[in-house]
């Protein structure tokens, strides 16, 4: 098929984005073709028409920001070829080009970013057994880079939420990364981009230098150069890690269930601003593992408890607009008029806030101090001359006018003055025009096209005066004008072109003054999302009675009257206690279903992860080692997208478990072997449980109903047993909530059955049955022996099916050997 010249012009450039969908400007639209017009056709849930058999959906273009923004939620990347002039007499092709290449982990606009949430882009360069990564966010200009063995990868993708990885041509990651990957040739994965950008940045660290480099490569050709960007900082201090399974389990920030709407981050979450939302929400994410820090977090908070400045702090830092992308509008030339005064407002509250920090000075922890510091040091005067020029409330857009302040430029006052003062004689000319000429309905009326005019009815025709000139005819009567009034028209119009351009230049002068300063409001950015998060542990420390957790460097965990911090917000709670010794690795948690073990166990972990983030905990008294990793294995769960079944996940997780715990670790493992019959899932249990105990030493609590467990007691040193208490009550089963020491008597199972309405009949046939097997008899068929799954290669059986072969053998041979084989099957493998 012969292509239009536009469809030529189109194709040439899909084949410089052949991974993009790519957004083509004709007229008013923006309009996609071929596969991607059957893209977008079906993402964005709009119709899909054809041109000549070319299939084609387009969008209007001044809603193209949300079209895209559906876009890229959906993993695409969108190239936006716009005309780049205007339609013209005689122009039979426009010229165009792509002006902005979009993709999921590259986006700036405001519009398309959730305030709470980090859009991340990062980049992996793998060699051997170690990685570089490095990621950004272009919005805010954050930059960060580590190197660590490729098998943390999938931990660092847990914590991070990037929406766009890039990685290497044909390299494929051994984990699963969420987000999008984007493959980039091996030449980009160098330090050149970094040094020429920062010279000496990571110039220990060359793996993630190299994936710095090639982020930096990736930015610049979809975004441009950003000069907000900030050099890569190492990622940081030692970090808590968490698998992506223990960050569900213990819902840190999405409950496990759809009707569920507590969360770890909701119960902190008391910020009053979007960047010291989305900092508590990394410090849920990447709680510390080093004494040091976490103690420092702590003296912050407590400062602030004590003095009670967490409250005298909320208002001026809800005053505060969201600095650190504030910065990136200003990299990127897209400040609003509100910005600007946004921007005022937030350089006010900081100095209100340094004002109210001083008083703290003498006493203030370091981390405080440093925060007040960097505090101080926002541009005062900037924020004067910011609300001296900007009007209050400003409209939404400089092409609106009236931007400017009176009083802050004499000449654009002048200019203001001289339009009024011709807007007046217009209004004073129709008066006189209209005493003059007798027409009583005549006004003056502007368009952009004509200008200004006079109209006249058809009926007052025959009044025109001669000195009128007709500019336009209408149905129900005719425009005019005159001399006079053109004239008038020239003069507005210039005042009015003069006031657009030096509201324009004063504009952009501020601009100017601002990004000037950008290195600067940067930092105070930072303090203030900092301030913010500790603030906000302050205030829910005080509002809900948390205290301050001790540290130990001995493998002990004492916890008095501890609670599970989501579950007390929509019910009664009963606190309770832990204590696992020096020597204590292990306890075992036995005890009905219903009766709390599950909230203990993520109470515990939650209490312990509270305590790293620098987070006061809920509890009357906490003591703790700091830990380097939080596993939890929490109930039945499975991952049949993914090819495994309920016991095969749990087994793929305990093993991840297994060979990733140390012994500085805590381990939650509940309910571990319910998915295959009861004779494996016990023996597997319990030899995990004794693997986790006897050979890694890391503390452990392990909630179960197979209470042979409980005998690991007598039979391992460093293991207790735990129980969650109930007592039965006139046929009623009572649930006390209490752990206590020792092995629970009973599941209660039929008890809790009966509590879920199953039929009377069901529990009838149930209790008879269990009545049963604890006097000893059998109420179910005894166990046949049976093949393993995994037979071994010296099995008998085996060995003779081997020797034989069937061809030789009659049929009387072949009955004796089916009888030899059964009885050499019923002795068992030992047997020859």
Partial sequence: MELTPVMRQYRELKARHPDAVLLFQLGDFYEAFFEDAETVARDLEIILTSREGVPMAGVPVRKADLYVQRLLRKGHKVALASQLERPGQGKKLLKRGVVRVLTPGTMIEEGALDSGLDVLLAAVWPRGERAGVAWAEAASGGFWAEELPLGELAHLAARLPVAEWIVPEGWRPPVELPGVGTE??????????LHARFPGELGDAPLAA???GALLVYLTATVGDLPHLRPPARAGEETLVLDAFTQRSLELLTPLRA????????????????????????????????????????????????????????????????????????????????????????????????????????????????????????????????????????????????????????????????????????????AAERARTGIPSLKVGYNRVFGYYFEV???????????????????????????????????LAAAEDGIAKLERDTFLSLCRRVEGEIGALGAVGEALAELDALRSLSEVARRKGYTRPRFTDRAVVRIREGRHPMVEEVTQFVPNDLE??????????????????????????????????????????????????IYTRVGASDALTGGLSTFMAEMVEAGAILRGATPRSLVILDELGRGTSTHDGMVLARAIARHL??????????????????????????VVNLHAAAREWKGEVVFLYRILPGVGERSYGVHVARLAQLPEEVLREAQRALDELEKGAPALPPREKELPLFATDDHPVLKELRRMDPDRLTPFEALDLL????????????AE
């Fill in 457 to 491: 009815t058809r009926s007052q025709l025959a009044k025109v005066p001669s000195d009128w000139r007709r500019r336009q005819s209408l149905t129900g009567g005719e425009r005019f004008t005159s001399a006079e009034l053109a004239s008038l028209a020239d003069r």
């Fill in 210 to 212: 190299a994936a710095a």
């Fill in 693 to 718: 105990a006897m050979e890694i030493g890391c503390k452990t609590l392990f909630a179960t109903h197979y209470r042979e467990l409980a005998r690991l007691a007598d039979e391992a040193p460093g």
């Fill in 184 to 193: 980039r040739p091996e030449a980009d994965f160098s330090s050149a981009a």
């Fill in 259 to 430: 009707e569920g709407a507590v969360t770890l981050l909701s119960v902190l979450d008391r910020t009053k601003t979007a960047m010291g939302r989305r900092l508590l929400r990394r410090w849920v994410l990447a709680p510390l593992a080093r004494r040091e820090g976490i103690e420092r977090r702590l003296d912050a908070v407590d400062c602030l408890l004590q003095s009670g400045l967490d409250d005298a702090l909320a208002r001026p830092l809800g005053s505060c607009c969201d600095l650190p992308r504030l910065r990136g509008r200003v990299a990127t030339g897209g400040l609003s008029p509100g910005d600007l005064l946004a921007l005022a407002r937030t350089l006010d509250a900081a100095a209100e806030i340094g004002e109210r920090l001083k008083d703290l000075l003498a006493v203030a922890p370091e981390e405080l101090a440093a925060l007040s510091d960097a505090i101080g040091k926002a541009p005062a005067e900037l924020a004067d001359d910011l609300r001296r020029a900007i009007v209050d409330p400003p409209p939404p857009t400089l092409d609106g006018g009236d931007v400017i302040r009176e009083g802050y430029d004499p000449a654009l006052d002048s200019l203001r003055r001289e339009a009024g003062e011709v807007r007046e004689a217009i209004a004073g000319l129709e």
């Fill in 819 to 830: 009888y030899r084989l059964k009885e050499c099957l019923e002795r068992g493998p030992g």
């Fill in 580 to 629: 696992l010794g020096e020597g204590v690795k292990l306890a075992v948690v036995t005890g009905p279903n219903m009766a709390g073990k599950s909230v203990f166990l993520r109470q515990t972990a939650l209490i312990a992860l509270l305590a790293q983030m620098g987070s006061f905990v809920p509890a009357k008294e906490a003591e703790l080692p700091v830990f380097d990793r």
